[in-house]
C-alpha cells in the first residue's frame, strides 16, 4: 500500500482548516501521512491545530507533521511541506479544500500501485455564485501548448515525490503562478509520466486568482522571458489549436487563466 503524503498550507483560514482537516480525517485510506504548514497565523488556526492534536484524532495517521511560522506565502509553505514528506505521492489540499468523499484514496490508490509521476483525476469546482462543475483532463490533449489554454489543479494531481524532488520543487520567486510554472516544467522540461483517473478527487471552493489578472499576466509574461521563451507562427497556431480543442471538451471554458496566457501569448508574439 502506497504512502500518500496530504499536505495542508494554511494563513488565517480557521474555517477553511477546519473543513480540511475534518475531510483528510474522514479517509477510509490506511497509509495517509499528513502535513500542516501554517504560515504564523493569528486566527485561531494554531488552536484548533492544538485541539485535534490533543484529541488524539491524528494518531490514525500514519505519520502527523505540523509547524506555523511566519515564511514568505504559499509557495513557501508547498516547499516545506515536501521537504518534510515521506510518502510516495503527494497532494497539495490547502486550508477550504476538501475531498469529494471519504473513499477518494482508497478509489484511487486501494488497488492500484502507481509508477507514474503524476496522477490526476477530477475536480468539482464551486464558482462564486455557488454553481458547481467538473473538469476532466485528456491525455491527448496534454503537450506544451496545453499550458497556454489550461493548467492542472493541485487539489486533485497526486504528485510523485520523486518529481518533486526533481524539479526542486515551486519557485518562490512569484506570488500567484508558481503551481502553473511546476506543472509546465515537469511536462515540458522533465518528460513526467502521466496518468489520468476519472475519479473525483476535489472540491475547490471560489478563488481570487481572477481578481489578480494583471498580476497573473506580469508574472507569468516574466517567467516566460527568463525562459528565453519565443514563440514562432507555427507555435501560435498550434496554441490556438489546443485552446480550441481543450474548450470543444470543456476543459477552458471560461478559465481564468486560460484567458491570461493567450494574451501572454500574443504579446510574446509581437
Known amino acids: 500500500m502506497q504512502k500518500i503524503s496530504i499536505i495542508t498550507v494554511n494563513f488565517n483560514n480557521r474555517n477553511g482548516l477546519l473543513a480540511t482537516i475534518k475531510s483528510v480525517l474522514r479517509q477510509t485510506y490506511k497509509n495517509i501521512e499528513y502535513i500542516i504548514i501554517d504560515g504564523g497565523s493569528t486566527d485561531g488556526s494554531i488552536d484548533i491545530i492544538s485541539d485535534y492534536q490533543k484529541s488524539g484524532k491524528f494518531a490514525k495517521f500514519t505519520r502527523f507533521y505540523s509547524c506555523s511560522e511566519h515564511d514568505g506565502g504559499i509557495y513557501y509553505g508547498m516547499n516545506k511541506g515536501v521537504v518534510q514528506s515521506t510518502g510516495d505521492y503527494c497532494l497539495f489540499l490547502n486550508s477550504g479544500d476538501y475531498f469529494c468523499d471519504d473513499k477518494v484514496l482508497n478509489k484511487v490508490f486501494g488497488n492500484n500501485n502507481y509508477s507514474e509521476d503524476l496522477i490526476i483525476g477530477r475536480q468539482k469546482h464551486i464558482t462564486r455564485f455557488g454553481f458547481s462543475h467538473s473538469r476532466h483532463f485528456y491525455l491527448d490533449l496534454i503537450n506544451k501548448y496545453f499550458f497556454f489554454a489550461d493548467t492542472f489543479p493541485h487539489q486533485c494531481t497526486f504528485i510523485r515525490k520523486s ?108
Open 163 to 270: 518529481m518533486l524532488e526533481k524539479t526542486k520543487g515551486y519557485h518562490t520567486d512569484y506570488k500567484i503562478v508558481s503551481d502553473w510554472i511546476f506543472w509546465y516544467e515537469a511536462v515540458v522540461d522533465y518528460d513526467a509520466i502521466i496518468s489520468i483517473t476519472d475519479i473525483h478527487i476535489a472540491i475547490q471552493q471560489p478563488n481570487g486568482v481572477s481578481s489578480n489578472f494583471d498580476k497573473c499576466i506580469h508574472e507569468t509574461n516574466d517567467y516566460l522571458m527568463r525562459r528565453n521563451a519565443k514563440i514562432s507562427e507555427t507555435d501560435m497556431l498550434n496554441i490556438r489549436y489546443s485552446i480550441s480543442l481543450a474548450m470543444s471538451y470543456n476543459i477552458a471554458t471560461r478559465s481564468t487563466l486560460g484567458r491570461i496566457l493567450v494574451k501572454i501569448a500574443t504579446l510574446l508574439n509581437k
